[in-house]
C-alpha cells in the first residue's frame, strides 16, 4: 500500500490494522494528490464528507471536538510521500487551536504555559509552511520578547508571555499576509492539507523529480491523525527505541524515554533521558530509574509491540511512542539504521529464530559495510581533533608520522608507522606507499592512482583533503592557520575521510561468526566468481584468506618499481636499438620469472589473469633531478640524455597515449620478455612443486582484431619455444581487457582469436564519458550536486552508457566463441551495484581488491536474488 | 572479367577482342590457382592439354615453334592477381630459351650479345623466383666477369662474354641446387606456372591478404604470351604513350619511343626517348625524329589504337606498345595516371564528347586532388634542396624566414614571409601561425594542433618533420649536420611534407572552367550540403567563395586568443569568484558581440552553428615567463598566484578534463555571456540591417541528457532576456556536439531537448580508440605499417567502430525527434571516404575547412553515386 499510503502512512496503517494503539485519523491517498495536480486545485467529489466523517470518528475515540473551545481535538498533518523530497511541506502539528480552544487546552492540562507554547509553535509552523511568512520575522518577535525580560531559553519563559508572543505572531501574520491567522479550525485543515498536495508541484520540488527521474504522477499522501502528548504531567512519556541493539545486533530492547516530556526533548540533550530497560541500567551504571520500572505495566505493552512489529515486519525496527495519561500511543515505525556488525547478526539471529529466510538474512546486510570490518578502526571511545575532510577513498584508520615523499616514507617507515602525504601520487611512489600506513593527498578522487593502489594494498587512504597547502620542498603542510611538519603526527580515517592532528587510538577489528556464516550463505547462491586484483604475494595471500577463487588482474608493471629493477626498466626505456631493449628486458627477465613463481604457487591451481605491460614507458622514467642523477651514475648515461629522453616521451594525454598493447606492438620484445617469464614460471611450478597452474595471459588495450592476433602470435611464439612439445604443452589462454569503446564494438571479430575478456571498467568509463578520472575531481562533485550522476560513475558503473558496451560487447563476444570466458577486473567489480549489473549481463566472475572479496561475495548473491526477483516480478 | 582473369589478363582480352594486335597466349584463369592450393599442387584435369593447343596457336600465329632449335618461340609468364600484392612472383621473361634454342635466337637475330643476353637474363629471372637461387650469386659471377674484363657498364660486355656468364650462370644453378637448369622449355613453362601459383600461398603473401583481408580463395590468373621484341633492328621499336596530356588533360596524344631498343630502355634515361608526335617535337623543339615522321604508317597504326582504346574504356589510358619488325603489338592497357588539373580537363572534355556522362566524369576526378589547386604550388621547374620530409598536414606551398617563437613570427612577419618553425605548437601561437605563411613542426601528426589549426586558416604545414632538431633557446635548429639560424629561408610543401633549403619558387593556382563546370555538377547531384568550419572573417569570406552553404562550426575559443582579450579572459579564468569572474566576462561582451555581429553579416542567412567555448581554461593562461610577468603587470595579480594558478588548473589528460560544457556546468556564467553575445548580435544585424540570421548554438562535450537540458535553460533564458516579447524572438535551435561514445550511445534521450546533432568525429576517434591525437604520431605509422589501420583513423572516419556510434546516434537521435537536424564537423568532413560514409548514414550535411569545400562538394556527389550504384548492384 505504499504507493497510495507513502511510507509514513503504510506504517501507521500496518499498526492500526496489527491493532497497535495508534493515534487515530486517516490518510489522504495520492491519488488525491494527482486530481488535485490535474483539476485545478480541487478535490474529488465525496472527499470533504469523508474527511469530516473520519474527524467526528476521531472525535468519539478520543472525547476531544475538534474546534471545541472547552475539550479541542488537535491534528497533525504530515505528508507522505513515496520517497522525502526536498522543498516538500513536512509537518504541522497542533493544528485545531485558536484563540477559544487554547483556553481549553489550557484548562483541560492545567498548564498555561504548556498550552500557548503549543499555540505559538503552531502559527509559526502553519504560519510559515501554509501561508508562507518567513520564519526569521517569528524568530525576531521571540527574541524581543526574550531580551525584553532578560532571558536567554525558551523554556525560562512563562505561559502569559508565551501568550504576548501569541499576539504578536497573530499581528505579524495580519500584517504580512493582509489577513488574519485562520480562527476556522475547519480552513485551518484543509488549508494544511491543500499546502501539502501544493508543494508537491512547486518548482524546487519537480527539478527535484526531473533530476532523480521520480514520475511526477506518483503523488503525496497526507497523514491527519489525532495529536497525543507525553508533556501533560508525570502520567506522560515520550521516547525512541529499537527493537534490538543497533550497535552490535544483541536481541535486547534499545531505548530512551523521558517522563512528561515531547519527543524533541529526548533527543535535543537538555535533559538525560533515562534508560528503557533494567538491563540497560545496570550496564550503564545509571541511576535513572528504567521504564521498565518506573512504568512497568506500559513497559510491557511497549514489549508486547516491539515483538508484534519484529514478527509483522521481519526486521529491526525504530519505534517512536508517546504515553498521554498513562496510555501508549505509537507514532512512527520503519526499518533502524544499524552498524556492519549489528546487521550481521541480525541478519544470522533473524534466520535462526525463523523470523526470515536465508535469503532474506543476505539482502539485510549491506555489503560495502563488510568492507569496514576487515580494517582497523578509529577507537569510537578515542577523542578526535579533525583539521580536514577529504575523499574516503580506501577504508582503514591509521596514523602515524607525516612524510611528504615516498623514500622518506620508505626510510622512516623502518622507525615508526608513517602516513605519506602528496599533492598526488604516481607510480614513482609505490614503495612509499608500501611502506606507509596511509596515503593522503590534495587532489584526485575516489579513483585516482593513490586511491586505486591503496585499495589494492590495503592501506587507508584519504584524498582531495581540504584546505591543506603542501610545501615539499620545505617538508611541511599548512592547514586551519597550523603548520604541520615531517614527522609531526596525525591520523586518517579512510572510511569518512577525516583527517585528525596527533596519534587517534586505532582499535583492530575481529571477524565475527555472524560475518562467516553470511559469507557461506551468499557462496550458497551466488552463480559469479569472485577474483581478487592482486601482484605482490602479500596481496595474493590476502585475497585467498578473503576467499578469493582467483587473481582477476594481476598488473605486472607493478612489479617493476621495485628499486633493484627500476634501472633496468630504465635502461630498457632508454635503449637505442631493439638489441639494446633486448639486454636491459634480459636483465629483467629472472626477477619477472620468480614474481610469477611466487604468484601460482600461493594461488594453486586457481586461474591468474596477467596483464602484460600497460603504462606508458615515461612513467617508469626518473623525475626528479636527484632521481635522475642516481640513475645517470648508475648507467653511464648523462643526465642530458635522460632528461631529453623523457622529454622525448612526454605526452599530451598519456591516458591515450602510446602504452598497453601499442607498446607491444611498437616493441614486441617486451612482450616477449613478459611471455617468456609466464611460461618459465609455469615450467618451473608445475616440474618442481608439480602443482598446477591455470595462467590467463592478458593483452590490455586492444581495439582492433587485427592487433590482437598479431600479439597473441608473439605469445603463442614463446610457448613453442620454452614448450617445444605440443603434447607437454600446458593450457593456458590468451585474452583481452575490453577497456576501450572501439574493442567493444568490435569484440565479435575480437572473439574470433581472443580466449577470454576481462572488462576494464575504468578506462572503458574514462573514454566512453571522454572523461579522466585523475582530473575529473575539479567538476564531478558539481555533476552530482546538480543531479546529473547520481553517482560517481568511476564508483558505481555507468549502466546506460558504459554499461551497454559492455552488454554490447558479451553478446557480440559471445556471438562468435560460445565459451568465452567473460569477467571485469575495474574498481567496479567491487561495487555492490556494479556487480549487480554484471550478474544482469552474465559474466563469469568479478574481481576486485583483496579487501572487497567479501563485499563482492555478499553482492554477487544478492545479485542472483534480485535477478530472480525481476524474474518473478 | 577482371575476378576470373586478374587485372593485367582482363585487359589483354580486351584489346584482343577489340582485334588489337596483342602477343598471342593465354591466361590460365584464378579458379585453376584455388584448384592448385586445394589439390596438393595439382592441377584440374584438361589444363595441360588446353595449355598445348594453345602454344600451338600462339605457334601458328608467329610462324615459330616453342623449343626449335632454329626458330625459337619465347614466351613471357606473368601473374596477375586482382591487386598487386609483396611475396607474389611478377614476371618470367625469355622463357624458352635453352642452350640449344638460344642459338636459333641469335641465328633470327643476327645478334649474339642479344640472344645470350636474353638467356641469361632469362636463367638470372627463372633460376630466382621459380628455382630460389639468390639473386647476388648471379650478381657476383656478372661483377667478377666485368671485372676480369676491366669494364662497367652491362652494355660494354659482348656476345661471347655473355655466352660466358650463361655457362657460369648455369654451373651456379646446378651446384646450388643440385640439379641443372631445365633444357625442356615444357619444364620451364610448367615450373613457372607452378611458381605463380605457389607464390600464393607463400607466408608472406600470406600475412599481406590476412592484414589486408583480402580473401585468399581470389587465386591469382597466369598470363602466358608469345614474347616480342623492339630491339632486333632498326625496323624495331618500343615505346610508352599516353592518350590524352596526362599533366594538363589536352587531347593530344603524348608519348616516347625508342627505335631498336627494349621497353626498360624508355624509363631507364640511359637513351633520350623519341617525341611520339611532330606537335611535341616541335613544342619541345626537340631535334630528334618523332615517331609520327619516322614511321608514319605504325604511328597511324597506334593512334588509331588510342582512339579505339579510348571509346573502349571511355578513359584516357597508359599504353605499352613494342614494334617488332616493323609489326606493331599492344604489351599493355590501363587507366592512366594524371594529374588533378588534367583529370578535371580529360572528365569534361570526355563528356562533351559524349564518351562519358556526368556522372561518370564527377567520378573520374579524385576529389582530394581539388584542394591542390587552391593552393600555392611549388613551381614544377624550379630545383629543390630537400633537406627533411615529414606528415604533408596542410597543402600549399610557402617560403620564408625561419622563426622560432610566435611572437618573433608576428613581429617579422611585417617584413617579410616567415616560416614558424615549433616543436608543436599550442593555442597561444595562434597569431603567430596566423601571421606565417606556412607552419613546420617536429611533432604531431596530421590532425595536431598545428595541422588542424593551419588547415583552418589555410596556411601551408608540414609535421613531424623528420631529422630536424630545434633549440628555441638558441634560436635555431639542425638537419642533416647544417645549422639554420633564425631568419634564415626555407621552403614547405605541404602537399608533398617535403622541406626545402632557401627560397624555392612557388606559383600561385587559377581556378580552370574545368573546374567550376565539375563542382556545379557536383552540386546537381548531392544531396549532403557542405558548410565550413570558420571563426574569423577571412575565413567566413572565403568559405562562400568555395561556396560553403553555411558555417558548421565556428569555434569561440579561437576568437580570445586576440591580444586585447586575452588578458580578459585570464582575469576571468583567475577570478575568485562567481562576481570576479563576471567582471571579466562583461569585458569580453561587446569584442564577443561583434565577432558574431561580423560572421551573422557575411553569412546573410545561411546558418551558423556556434560552438560555446570548449578547450580547458589552462589552455589560456599565460605560459612563458615572459608571458606571467606581461599579464602579472597589466592585472596586478602577482606572479606567483599566476603561478600557482597555473599549477592548480594542470591537467593529467586535458582532453577528458575540465572543458567543454563542463565548464558551462560549473561556470554557467561564461555560457551566458556567450548566448548573450550571441542574441544581442541577432538583434543587432536582424534590427539594423535587416538581414536574416540562422544560429545554431552548439553545446560542447555532452555525454548526458540531464546535463544538456541545464544548459540548453541558461541559453533559454537569455534569450528571454534579450527578446523578451516571444512573438518577436527570433527563432534559434540549440544542439550539441556527439564526441563522446556516451552520448551517442544516449542520443535517444538527449535529442528530447537538443535539435540538431553535429558529429565532433575527432574527439569521438579520440576516445572511441582511447587514442590522443597529439600522441599518437608514435605508433600509428607502426600500425599502419603492420596493417592494422589501413587509413589513419584521424584522417578517415573509421566506420567499424567510430562510425558505428555515429549511426547508432543518427538512428536513435531520429527515432525521438524526426526533424532532427545531423552534421559532421571533425576533421572527416573534408575526407572523400569519411563523407561517402556520411551520405550513407543520411546526414543532412558535411562541414570543413575552407579549401576543403569544393572537395567536399564533389565527394558528396561522389556519395550519392556510389549509394546508387550499390542499390543497384
Chains 1, 2 share one sequence.
Not at 469530516?52 to 472525535?59: F, I, P, R, S, T
Not at 533530476?211 to 504531567?233: E, K, L, R, S, Y
Not at 613478459?674 to 595471459?697: L, N, W, Y
Request: glycine share 8%; net charge negative; aromatic share 6%.
Amino acid at each position: 500500500m505504499r504507493n497510495l499510503l507513502g511510507g509514513k502512512g503504510a506504517n501507521l496503517a500496518e499498526m492500526s490494522n496489527l491493532g497497535l494503539p495508534v493515534p487515530p485519523g486517516l490518510t489522504i491517498t495520492t491519488e488525491v494528490c494527482a486530481h488535485y495536480a490535474e483539476n485545478d486545485e480541487t478535490y474529488p467529489k465525496g472527499l470533504k464528507e469523508e474527511v469530516d466523517a473520519v474527524v467526528e470518528k476521531v472525535e468519539k475515540i478520543t472525547g476531544c471536538i475538534f474546534g471545541d473551545p472547552e475539550n479541542p481535538l488537535l491534528l497533525s498533518v504530515r505528508s507522505g510521500a513515496r520517497v522525502s523530497m526536498p522543498g516538500m511541506m513536512d509537518t504541522v502539528l497542533n493544528l485545531g487551536l485558536n484563540d477559544k480552544t487554547v483556553k481549553g487546552l489550557e484548562k483541560r492540562s492545567g498548564d498555561a504555559r504548556f498550552a500557548y507554547d503549543s499555540y505559538r509553535r503552531f502559527i509559526q509552523m502553519y504560519g510559515n509552511v501554509v501561508m508562507g511568512v518567513e520564519l526569521e520575522h517569528f524568530e525576531e518577535i521571540l527574541d524581543q520578547h526574550k531580551k525584553n525580560h532578560g532571558m536567554e531559553q525558551d523554556t525560562e519563559l512563562t505561559g502569559k508571555i508565551w501568550q504576548d508572543v501569541v499576539k504578536d505572531y497573530e499581528s505579524l501574520v495580519e500584517k504580512d499576509l493582509g489577513r488574519p491567522f485562520p480562527q476556522d479550525v475547519r480552513d485551518q485543515l484543509w488549508g494544511a492539507i491543500g499546502a501539502v498536495f501544493g508543494s508537491w508541484m512547486v518548482p524546487r520540488a519537480v527539478e527535484y523529480r526531473r533530476i532523480h527521474d521520480i514520475p511526477g504522477d506518483w503523488g503525496t499522501a497526507v497523514n491527519v491523525q489525532a495529536m497525543v502528548f507525553g508533556n501533560m504531567g508525570d502520567d506522560c512519556a515520550t521516547g525512541v527505541a529499537f527493537t534490538r541493539n543497533p550497535s552490535h545486533g544483541a536481541k535486547e530492547f534499545y531505548g530512551e524515554f523521558l517522563i512528561n516530556a515531547q519527543g524533541e526533548d529526548v533527543v535535543a540533550g537538555i535533559r538525560t533521558p533515562n534508560p528503557l530497560t533494567n538491563h540497560a541500567k545496570n550496564s550503564n551504571d545509571s541511576d535513572l530509574p528504567s521504564m521498565e520500572e518506573s512504568m512497568p505495566d506500559i513497559f510491557a505493552q511497549l514489549n508486547e509491540v516491539r515483538n508484534r512489529l519484529e514478527t509483522h515486519y521481519h526486521d529491526m525496527q525504530d519505534i517512536e511512542f508517546t504515553v498521554q495519561k498513562h496510555k501508549l500511543w505509537m507514532l512512527q515505525t520503519r526499518s533502524g539504521k544499524r552498524t556492519a556488525a549489528a546487521a550481521l547478526k541480525i541478519a544470522v539471529d533473524m534466520e535462526e529464530e525463523g523470523l526470515i529466510t536465508k535469503s532474506e538474512a543476505l539482502q539485510r546486510v549491506d555489503p560495502i559495510s563488510l568492507e569496514q570490518l576487515l580494517h582497523p578502526m578509529i577507537d569510537p571511545k578515542a577523542e578526535r581533533n579533525v583539521i580536514s575532510k577529504g575523499i574516503p577513498a580506501s577504508p582503514g584508520a591509521a596514523h602515524g608520522a607525516v612524510m611528504f615523499t615516498a623514500d622518506a616514507a620508505e626510510k622512516h617507515a623502518a622507525k615508526e608507522p608513517v602516513i605519506l602525504v602528496r599533492v598526488e601520487t604516481s607510480p614513482d611512489d609505490i614503495h612509499g606507499m608500501n611502506a606507509a600506513q596511509g596515503i593522503l593527498t590534495t587532489r584526485g578522487g575516489a579513483t585516482s592512482h593513490a586511491a586505486v593502489v591503496a585499495r589494492g594494498m590495503g592501506r587507508a587512504c584519504v584524498c582531495s583533503a581540504q584546505g591543506i597547502v603542501i610545501d615539499t620542498n620545505a617538508g611541511s603542510m599548512r592547514v586551519q592557520g597550523m603548520t604541520i611538519k615531517k614527522g609531526d603526527k596525525i591520523t586518517i580515517d579512510g572510511g569518512t575521510g577525516e583527517v585528525m592532528l596527533g596519534e587517534v587510538a586505532t582499535i583492530e577489528p575481529k571477524l565475527s561468526n555472524d560475518f562467516t556464516k553470511i559469507i557461506e550463505w551468499a557462496d550458497e547462491i551466488r552463480r559469479m566468481k569472485v577474483r581478487a586484483n592482486a601482484e605482490t604475494p602479500t596481496d595474493a595471500k590476502m585475497a585467498r584468506r578473503y576467499g578469493a577463487e582467483g587473481i582477476g588482474l594481476c598488473r605486472t608493471e607493478h612489479m617493476f618499481f621495485d628499486k633493484e629493477r627500476i634501472i633496468a626498466v630504465r635502461e630498457m626505456i632508454m635503449a637505442e636499438d631493439e638489441e639494446g631493449r633486448r639486454k636491459a628486458l634480459f636483465k629483467l627477465l629472472p626477477m619477472q620469472r620468480q614474481d610469477f613463481i611466487e604468484l601460482f604457487e600461493i594461488m594453486d591451481g586457481l586461474p591468474v589473469t596477467i596483464r602484460l605491460l600497460d603504462p606508458p614507458l615515461h612513467e617508469f622514467l626518473p623525475h626528479s633531478d636527484e632521481d635522475i642523477s642516481v640513475f645517470s651514475k648508475a648507467t653511464g648515461i648523462t643526465p642530458e640524455a635522460v632528461a631529453q629522453h623523457i622529454e622525448r616521451l612526454k605526452e599530451s594525454n598519456p591516458m591515450l597515449g602510446h602504452r598497453g598493447c601499442r607498446l607491444a606492438i611498437t616493441y614486441p620484445e617486451i612482450s616477449e620478455m613478459q611471455a617468456r617469464a609466464i611460461f618459465e614460471a609455469i615450467k618451473k611450478v608445475t616440474g618442481v612443486s608439480g602443482k598446477a597452474v591455470d595462467p590467463e595471459i592478458m593483452i590490455p588495450l586492444v581495439v582492433d582484431e587485427k592487433e590482437f592476433a598479431i600479439l597473441k602470435d608473439v605469445i603463442d611464439s614463446v610457448a613453442e619455444e620454452v614448450f617445444p612439445d605440443a603434447a607437454t604443452r600446458p593450457p593456458y589462454k590468451v585474452g583481452t581487457m575490453i577497456e576501450l569503446p572501439r574493442a567493444a564494438l568490435c569484440a565479435g571479430q575480437i572473439a574470433e582469436t581472443a580466449e577470454f575478456f576481462s572488462f576494464g571498467t575504468n578506462d572503458l568509463t574514462q573514454t566512453t564519458f571522454g572523461l579522466s578520472r585523475d582530473d575529473s575531481g575539479n567538476f564531478i562533485p558539481a555533476y552530482q550536486r546538480q543531479g546529473i550522476f547520481e553517482r560517481d560513475p568511476f564508483v558505481s558503473l555507468d549502466t546506460d552508457g558504459v554499461g551497454e558496451l559492455v552488454s554490447i560487447a558479451a553478446e557480440r563476444g559471445r556471438a562468435t566463441r560460445k565459451d568465452l570466458k567473460l569477467g571485469i577486473c575495474g574498481e567496479h567489480g567491487g561495487d555492490p551495484a556494479s556487480i549487480s549489473f554484471c550478474e544482469k549481463v552474465d559474466l563469469d566472475y568479478v574481481s576486485c581488491s583483496p579487501f572487497r572479496v567479501p563485499t563482492a561475495r555478499l553482492a554477487a548473491a544478492q545479485a542472483v536474488l534480485k535477478k530472480k526477483d525481476r524474474k518473478a516480478g
